[in-house]
């Protein structure tokens, strides 16, 4: 409990309006300390997330998410991947900060650790955001530098993309079956569909399963349908489909 207290004494608009104010120096020695603090105020719940982000923080974090130090681009993605883990109305103000593009550079372009915390940021907003909000990370080309994370060795990241990749579909497929299907195809260019195929041979059985498990929900009913009058056609770039596929989408969770 002795965190959670001393968490909770922190919290106040006031004392973290003060935090805010370190977090715009161009002090690494003030930074870091600050930006730290704001981080574990975010790992608590909702309402203490809430207190961060009345206080205006997320105005910094462009400027932090491209430090020129990789531990303050690295606490910073930690940051947001708490705040992305938060509600809709949390996730629409990081959008609203316009914290995207910035989020997707880390993810692209950090270091290993930073990449890690983005990919979380990333999966995080794909778990708890809209259909809508998940479609603005897909409009800011977040499927490349996603699919990427799938060539780490590293088991506890490559389960965090697998997971984003789904939710994506996932929220397509909500959406309408020809976004799904446009999806379905934006991931396949980036090379992201080759790499799901290849981890349905990993070792790890939660990669496989969740590997195979995007390409049964997704991909299987055009595998089934090749060679008959239901095949896809290519119009102006993009695949229409004849009939329209039937279950692609009602996923359970």
């Avoid at 206080?55 to 910094?60: D, E, R, Y």
């Avoid at 316009?98 to 915390?117: C, M, N, S, V, W």
């Avoid at 990993?202 to 990669?207: A, G």
Wanted: charged share 20%; aromatic share 6%; glycine share 8%.
């Amino acid at each position: 409990g002795g965190l959670r207290n001393s968490r909770e004494a922190v919290v106040s608009t006031q004392s973290t309006g003060k935090l805010v104010e370190l977090l715009g120096s161009n002090e690494v020695i003030v930074v870091t300390p600050a930006l730290r603090a704001i981080g574990n105020i975010v790992t608590g719940n909702d309402e203490q997330t809430q207190v961060v982000i009345n206080s205006g923080a997320l105005k910094c974090f462009d400027k932090l998410l491209w430090h020129k130090k990789n531990n303050i681009q690295k606490e910073a993605a930690w940051t947001i991947s708490n705040i992305t883990a938060g509600t809709k109305t949390q996730i629409q103000a990081v959008i609203d900060a316009g914290l995207l593009p910035y989020i997707i550079d880390a993810l692209a372009r950090g270091d290993f650790r930073t990449q890690k915390e983005a990919a979380w940021a990333v999966t995080n907003l794909t778990s708890g955001g809209t259909p809508e909000q998940i479609m603005q990370l897909v409009d800011m080309k977040v499927l490349p530098p996603l699919s990427n994370m799938l060539n780490v060795q590293d088991t506890g990241t490559l389960t965090v993309a697998l997971d984003g990749i789904f939710n994506i579909l996932t929220a397509a497929s909500k959406i309408s079956d020809d976004v799904c299907n446009k999806v379905a195809i934006l991931l396949e260019e980036c090379n992201g569909l080759d790499l799901v195929e290849k981890l349905q041979q990993h070792e790890n059985e939660k990669i496989y399963a969740k590997s195979a498990d995007i390409i049964d929900k997704f991909y299987k009913e055009e595998d089934e349908i090749e060679g008959t009058d239901l095949a896809p056609t290519i119009n102006n770039g993009q695949f229409v489909f004849n009939a329209p596929t039937s279950n692609r989408g009602h996923i359970a969770f």
